[in-house]
């Protein structure tokens, strides 16, 4: 029996998928559960942002009876996102509006998030959460999640020293059918199960940002997917949500810095005051060259995986599982 409150012991907990005129409640519950969590995490008030309208209706659109909500006498009180990427199924986020809390309304969405990604065919099932908040990292490990890496959070103030690239190329809605496969190969070859086709899908027909390309002798040799809407549409700052550089070549160094140099052009080149990107901690070598690149590190999640096994080949990437 836990020692916290079981708020909704008495009342029945409905799972259903999320439908267009829910999208204004769940950005309210997400804004109430993650100002209340950083209350708890650094103890001052902060209002966060309403994550962007835009954002969710892309979720649904791609993954419709995995964004879901919960509801509580009729009322939502908490949502859930579930993304497939070829093989590998992740979650996030998942909130809980904080009078709901602990009784066991996060479970459920959970539980149901699992379902829905089993049934979509995932073979690996994982999500990325802070490391260091105790609630987080029991809710999952009792869930039966298991800690796989270390996922570091940097950001990088734009200087105005941000290079121009060549070689580089923008993907544009008309010249999307002739890349994804290319995408889908370079993915595999990341991690075998791995597919970033549908998510560089999103980025370009849902003008959620930029989808950028390098090809060397003919071939695409590496990609760049940038989310420029982030949480309120006119986010100071853009995210590079993958950028896999061919984790078979000997210049893949050379291939994710033309593209991160690119991601960093367009970011300045539309206002943003940073680059925010998440990688993997497993590497030092890419950690050194992110501080060598003015990279400063800003706190770190931890993945953990549930079903299936997930490993990631090369050195020069940036992937997360993060909403
Ligand atoms: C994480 C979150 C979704 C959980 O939702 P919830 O409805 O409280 O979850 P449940 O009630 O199903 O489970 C909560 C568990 O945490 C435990 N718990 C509560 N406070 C705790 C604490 N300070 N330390 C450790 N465990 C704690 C509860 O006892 C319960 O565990 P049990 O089922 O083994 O008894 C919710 O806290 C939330 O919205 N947080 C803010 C946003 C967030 O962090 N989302 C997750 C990002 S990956």
Known sequence: MSI?????????????????????????VGQIAWSDLVVQDIGRRFRYPKRSERLIESYMAVEPKGCLVAEVGGTIVGSAFCHVWGGIGWIGPLEVLPDHQNGGVGKALLSACERHLSERGCDVIGLETMSHMPKNLHFYLSSGYVPTSVVLIMEKRMLGDEVHTQFVEDVDISGLPSVLVDITRLSRELSPSLDYADEARMAVERHMGRLFVTKRDGKVAGF????????????????????????????QREIFNALLDRCEQAS?????????????????????????????????????????????????HITSWAG
């Open 4 to 28: 916290f409150a079981r708020m909704n012991k008495d009342r029945s907990i409905a799972i259903r998928p999320m439908r267009p005129e829910d999208i204004d409640r769940v950005r309210e």
């Open 224 to 251: 760049a997917i940038l989310h420029t809407y982030q949480r309120e549409e006119e986010a100071r700052y853009s995210s590079v949500k993958a950028l896999i550089a061919d984790p078979g070549r000997s210049d």
């Open 268 to 316: 300045a080149s539309m206002g943003k005051d940073h680059v925010l990107i998440r990688l993997s901690a497993l590497s030092p070598d890419l950690y050194q060259h992110m501080l060598s690149r003015s990279y400063l590190l800003k706190g770190a999640n931890v993945r953990m995986v549930k079903k299936g096994t997930y490993e990631e080949n090369g050195k020069y």
